[in-house]
Nanobody
């Protein structure tokens, strides 16, 4: 069992930066791939980024490539999402998720989800 708690969301102006954190509890964290997803009002949940348990594989949605960076610290049971050059269209609730298998953009492959953290980017 893995429990996930996101933090670091907030209100930022366009062009600004935020760093999201996802703290995990559970002994198997270091063997889980982790992902970030987001959901804007009235829209489907969409993939943002994912990282393998080793950190060697990192996936990004085209919309965030070059602006967002995913990383993890297995010693701290935490995964991060550094978001730079934020745009109003990045506004959404951001969720982290844990996958007992490989890093993937498919949300149905993830076994555990956090409650989400709101990110609002003003123009």
């Amino acid at each position: 069992q893995v429990q996930l708690v996101e933090s670091g969301g907030g209100l930022v102006q366009a062009g600004g930066s935020l760093r999201l954190s996802c703290a995990a509890s559970g002994r198997s964290f270091s063997r889980n791939a982790m992902g970030w997803f987001r959901q804007a009002p009235g829209k489907e949940r969409e993939f943002v980024s994912a990282i393998s348990w080793s950190g060697r594989t990192r996936l990004y949605a085209d919309s965030v490539k070059g602006r967002f960076t995913i990383s993890r610290d297995n010693a701290k049971n935490t995964v991060y999402l550094q978001m730079n050059s934020l745009k109003p269209e990045d506004t959404a609730v951001y969720y982290c998720a844990a996958d007992r298998d490989i890093a993937t953009a498919n949300p149905s492959e993830y076994d555990y989800w956090g409650q989400g953290t709101q990110v609002t980017v003003s123009s």
